[in-house]
């Protein structure tokens, strides 16, 4: 007979055993939460490892992302498609078992974690989308949308700002069915946390309207169900369960100490964890009938079974709903979609407007938005200047059946929120702020990037264009590094057919997340033959052109495009020779065959001028060193934004002077 101390052993025995075998990792995590582990995912977790995708399933993310071995254990131990052998390759290249647990690598990752905070964050975004399709799905006796989430953290996660910004919205927002496990160690890195980190936790999640159980014992199995079951009563406000543990528990000489957080224990205190556990089983190697415990495929084939009548059923009374729920939920686009899209860009292209490309984009928004059901956006605090609501809008806050959150001023946040509504399935998230503010989403873009998830992320106020609120909120550098991020599409449009186009391209992208790199200035729109309109979405075109072999190309980007084409026409006016090429989007023309690239920048022609409101060095790499560019080398100033245009040399006589010095 098995105790529940034993079955917890199971995971502690595996995790200390890959890590030395890896010789790197962090045992001390894993061991210390190892009793609420075993009590969650055996006693409360609905899951099937039969089917990982199972679309009711429970949530569960492990924020504290440098304890992966505790989750690879579970997946192992419950009969995911995870074998021993992976686990013997731990932290090893091509293995299934990475340092940090990497969602699309390991089966039954819901989420990449590791940078500490984002794990709650994106369980946040999860019980968000759980809440907003159980209220647009669910109907009188079918429950199709009916599931927890359930997210371990540590000190580290509590310290990270970002666990302010979105556990102070999800109280806001009253997530009664997000239930977050706090590891209450005492340790980190650097040691006890207690000449760095004295926050009264329970008080502050208190104080943001959470159902708070401080002083678990974390290795008592009996306080822990008896937390959860309290915890999964309160309807109205997420939980937080502060669990007392001990880090590495079990580990005679290392335990409670900073030595057991982020190092392998050893051979010798191996062998003696094992005397001390009372675990007697060689490395690796786990008794079948401790697996038969563990093992959760028959329960969880049950469950979903149970499920699968009540949708069938469902399907029979509310046929349209259902369809409908299963297209979300595949992430399959409506199937009236490309005709009704098409159509409507070139609409926008024969009915021109001079707007703003975040006036562009809320126009956009609101034809597509009758298109799209699963749409989900917000704003950090700038809807009015953002323009990211429509006719249909309704905050998520007043209606649950809504579509729109107002994230307040979170922009870290709020990414990474919209991240776990991505990665959650059923809706399509986009996120707004002025560019400038990007940077403090930073690691959450860079997160949606390595999840190669579809979150469509707005940035208005793109350059110095912004004008008299100065370098503050002039963005120079970003668009690059938004540029130079793998997996992320970035576009600045330079009117509202390139913007509708752009925002096609997001709908339609599930390799990453989308940047719109929108202006609040007024652009010119551009005329266009057909056969132009329908090269924008290959990330640059030729915009304007010459008979024969240009003398002088431009490349431009959004509001900037107005001067290239202004240019274009006094030269040819002087008989010169001259192209216009607008790329809203460098790296998707960088995708396409070279014969296209090849077409639009010939490698004889050198004389290229690159012309944007942004950093210059950028553009080194399509202009080349015998071109030139006419670009930001320094930060803006405060002024109109006219004024500023013409002190850093977007004027037309710029652009001629430098073209002529080709001649």
Not at 262 to 280: C, F, H, M
Not at 306 to 329: H, V
Not at 456 to 466: F, K, L, N, P, Q
Not at 569 to 589: A, I, N
Request: charged share 20%; proline share 4%.
């Amino acid at each position: 007979m098995f105790s529940r101390r034993d079955i917890a052993n199971a995971i502690r025995a595996l995790s200390m055993d890959a890590i030395q075998k890896a010789q790197s990792g962090h045992p001390g995590t894993p061991m210390g939460m190892a009793d609420i582990a075993e009590v969650l995912w055996r006693d409360f977790l609905n899951h099937n490892p039969s089917n990982p995708l199972w679309v009711n399933r429970d949530r569960f993310v492990l924020s504290n992302g440098h304890a992966s071995m505790l989750l690879y254990s579970l997946l192992h131990l419950t009969g995911y498609d995870l074998p021993i052998s992976e686990l013997k390759k731990f932290r090893q290249l091509n293995s299934k078992t990475p340092g940090h647990p990497e969602y699309g690598c390991t089966v039954g990752v819901e989420a990449t974690t590791g940078p500490l905070g984002q794990g709650i964050a994106n369980a946040v975004g999860m019980a968000i989308a759980e809440r907003t399709l159980m209220a647009q799905f669910n109907r009188p006796g079918y429950k199709v949308v009916d599931h927890y989430t359930y997210v371990f953290m540590g000190d580290g996660c509590m310290m990270e700002g970002i666990s302010h910004e979105v556990c102070s919205l999800a109280g806001t927002l009253k997530l009664g069915k997000l239930i977050a496990f706090y590891d209450s160690n005492g340790i980190s890195i650097d040691g006890e946390i207690t000449g760095w980190f004295t926050d009264n936790t329970a008080k502050r999640f208190e104080s943001y309207d959470w159902h708070v159980v401080s002083n678990i014992d974390g290795h008592n199995a009996h306080s822990i169900h008896q937390a959860i079951q309290d915890a999964k009563k309160v309807k109205n406000k997420p939980s937080l369960l502060i669990c007392k543990t001990v880090i590495g528990f079990g580990s005679p000489n290392k335990q409670s100490t900073r030595e057991a957080h982020g190092s392998p224990l050893g051979e010798e205190e191996i062998v003696l964890t094992r005397i001390q556990l009372d675990w007697n089983y060689q490395a690796f190697t786990i008794p079948q009938k401790i697996y038969a415990l563990w093992n959760a495929k028959k329960h969880g084939q049950e469950k979903e079974n149970a499920w699968n009548i009540i949708f069938a059923n469902y399907e029979k009374r509310f046929p349209s709903l259902a369809k409908e729920f299963k297209r979300r939920m595949n992430k399959e686009l409506p199937c009236n979609w490309e005709r009704k899209s098409n159509k409507f860009i070139q609409n926008l292209q024969a009915n021109p407007l001079n707007i703003a490309s975040r006036q562009a984009s809320q126009n956009i928004i609101e034809y597509f938005g009758e298109i799209l059901p699963e749409y989900i956006g917000g704003s950090a605090d700038l809807t009015p200047s953002n323009l990211t609501t429509w006719s249909r809008s309704k905050a998520i806050n007043k209606d649950i059946t809504g579509n729109y959150i107002h994230f307040g001023v979170r922009e870290f946040g709020m990414t990474a929120i919209a991240n776990g509504i991505a990665l959650h399935g059923g809706f399509l998230p986009y996120t707004a702020t002025f560019l400038i503010f990007s940077e403090y989403a930073r690691n959450a873009i860079r997160m949606a990037a390595l999840m190669k998830i579809r979150h469509i992320m707005i940035y208005t106020h793109d350059s110095i264009g912004v004008g008299e609120d100065g370098p503050t909120h002039q963005p120079i550098e970003q668009l690059a590094s938004l540029r130079l991020t793998p997996n992320v599409s970035t576009w600045r449009p330079c009117d509202q057919v390139e913007c509708a186009i752009a925002w096609k391209y997001a709908i339609e992208n599930y390799n990453g997340p989308t940047v719109l790199i929108l202006s609040r200035q007024n652009l010119q729109q551009e005329t266009r033959t057909k056969f132009q309109l329908e090269n924008i979405s290959r990330g640059a075109y030729i915009l304007r052109d010459c008979i024969g072999t240009p003398q002088v190309l431009f490349i431009s980007t959004g509001s900037e495009v107005k001067i290239a084409i202004a240019a274009y026409q006094y030269l040819t006016e002087e008989g010169y020779k001259v192209r216009v090429v607008s790329m809203p989007s460098p790296d998707t023309f960088d995708q396409q065959d070279r014969s296209y690239r090849e077409s639009v920048l010939p490698n004889q022609i050198h004389a290229r001028i690159a012309i944007e409101a942004s950093i210059a060095d950028y553009w080194l790499k399509y202009t080349g060193l015998k071109g030139a560019i006419i670009a930001m080398t320094n930060f803006g100033e405060s002024g109109p934004a006219e004024e500023l245009f013409n002190k850093f040399n977007f004027t037309l006589e710029q652009v001629i002077k430098k073209a002529k010095e080709f001649f």
